[in-house]
T-cell receptor, first 107, second 118 residues
Framework: AQRVTQPEKLLSVFKGAPVELKCNYSYSGSPELFWYVQYSRQRLQLLLRHISRESIKGFTADLNKGETSFHLKKPFAQEEDSAMYYCALGSGSRLTFGEGTQLTVNP | EPEVTQTPSHQVTQMGQEVILRCVPI?????FYWYRQILGQKVEFLVSFYNNEISEKSEIFDDQFSVERPDGSNFTLKIRSTKLEDSAMYFC????????????????FGEGSRLTVL
């Protein structure tokens, strides 16, 4: 069975500092991984997907199959990055979400 | 920009009552989903729906739950006899294509319907 783990429920950094949100997964097949974000009072929305190897709003995430990780990184955090971040694994027609990490970027 | 809409935003019901949560997916999307999030817990998959049939359902989606696409626009989740543990935020989502490996298909979520069972 697939599983996604986000070890940090809360993460607080200062503006301009680097940030890394950790995600580890367990899946026997070829993983399809995503980061979703939920800003305050807004809906859950896709931030980025590993298949695209994209950088969105300065965020990147690299799939490391050896470590079964898909950590989300940004070199210089901004206050507007404060949000709930969910790592998710796609399999079949479902997404399996991690517990989420609440990121707070302080001025 | 088209969005998934859900009604009601909040519903309070008595244990044992039937509840219907409604969703209007994005109009050209073909795949529909329900997820739920109990307070303080993970977002959990309930069911996926395509071509007027359930594609996949989780172990949570038991006989008390059903989904329907009664017309060309609505997608509903019915809970036949609510229990206290059904209290959660229910999210509807839609996608233009199937979540096939290698496609990176995005799910578009609604804002959620908060269900409180007393």
């Amino acid at each position: 069975a697939q599983r996604v783990t986000q070890p940090e429920k809360l993460l607080s950094v200062f503006k301009g500092a680097p940030v890394e949100l950790k995600c580890n997964y367990s899946y026997s097949g070829s993983p399809e991984l995503f980061w979703y974000v939920q800003y305050s009072r807004q809906r859950l929305q896709l931030l980025l997907r590993h298949i695209s190897r994209e950088s969105i709003k300065g965020f990147t995430a690299d799939l490391n199959k050896g470590e079964t990780s898909f950590h989300l990184k940004k070199p210089f955090a901004q206050e507007e990055d404060s949000a709930m971040y969910y790592c998710a694994l796609g399999s079949g027609s479902r997404l399996t979400f991690g517990e989420g990490t609440q990121l707070t970027v302080n001025p | 920009e088209p969005e998934v809409t859900q009604t009601p935003s909040h519903q309070v019901t008595q244990m044992g009552q039937e509840v219907i949560l409604r969703c209007v997916p994005i109009s050209n999307h073909l795949y529909f989903y329900w997820y739920r999030q109990i307070l303080g817990q993970k977002v959990e998959f309930l069911v996926s729906f395509y071509n007027n049939e359930i594609s996949e359902k989780s172990e949570i989606f038991d006989d008390q739950f059903s989904v329907e696409r009664p017309d060309g626009s609505n997608f509903t989740l019915k809970i036949r006899s609510t229990k206290l543990e059904d209290s959660a935020m229910y999210f509807c989502a839609s996608s233009p294509r199937h979540i096939n490996p290698g496609t990176g298909v995005e799910l578009f979520f609604g804002e959620g319907s908060r269900l409180t069972v007393l």
